[in-house]
């Protein structure tokens, strides 16, 4: 946690200028360590500027995972925090630091589901919740997607519709086959943030570590360019 936290808290700080500091920033904890050791066994970088697009891509993925993992508390308030806060027009006390970097992103990224899946805290209760109840927004979001509304959380649901949007149909499945529940569960070792990472990337969960998961997310990324 406390490792973390560390990542986190210094996203938020002025010294870093460049994805690449913040990739270094990250490594200094023992999470971003785990990461540095997976990108360094077995994979080789053609050019230098593979490598650093690999690096950011990591570094975003990994703030990510510890956010789904609840590594911040939200209530918590700085000067940058606040401001960052005021720019986006959204409640300070709302929000962690990481969330808030993260809807920014979306923001300038023109990315709306991404930025509504912070904005509304989708990504804290993924698994979470509310199984069989049906409420009017529930029912409506389930009856657009053609699915029961007593069969899945509203955070599925919204998942599901950001899939499809998105026409990535193995994250589609991934949920509407409830495969999130079934690993995480089972194992007590899955996150949210890694079940989702996994459905992106069509593989099990289970099969990888985060650091794992990430830095394949990130090759597909680099590839994809």
Do not use: W
Not at 58 to 82: R, T, W
Not at 151 to 167: K, P, Q, V
Not at 184 to 190: C, E, I, L, M, S
Request: glycine share 8%; aromatic share 4%.
């Amino acid at each position: 946690m406390q490792a973390r936290s560390g990542i986190c808290s210094r996203i938020g700080d002025s010294s870093i200028t460049s994805h690449k500091e913040f990739a270094n920033s990250l490594i200094l904890g023992r999470l971003g360590q785990d990461y540095l050791h997976v990108i360094g066994s077995g994979n080789s970088f053609h050019t230098d500027d593979e490598k650093d697009n690999t690096m950011k891509t990591v570094a975003f993925i990994a703030v990510a995972l510890a956010l789904s993992a609840g590594a911040v508390s939200a209530s918590s308030v700085n000067p940058g925090k606040a401001q960052i806060a005021a720019q986006l027009g959204v409640d300070a006390t709302e929000y962690t630091s990481t969330e808030l970097q993260l809807i920014a992103k979306a923001r300038k990224d023109k990315e709306p589901l991404a930025e509504q899946f912070y904005l509304s805290h989708t990504n804290r209760t993924v698994q979470s919740g509310d199984v069989g109840v049906v409420t009017l927004g529930k029912a409506q979001v389930a009856a657009q997607l053609g699915l029961d509304p007593a069969a899945y959380t509203s955070a599925e649901l919204s998942l599901i519709s950001s899939a499809r949007e998105r026409n990535d149909v193995r994250a589609e499945a991934f949920y509407v086959n409830h495969e999130n529940r079934v690993e995480g569960a089972a194992a007590g070792t899955v996150t949210p943030g890694q079940a989702q990472l996994a459905a992106s990337l069509g593989v099990n969960p289970a099969d990888y570590t985060l650091a794992e998961l990430a830095v394949l997310k990130a090759r597909e990324s680099v590839a994809n360019r």
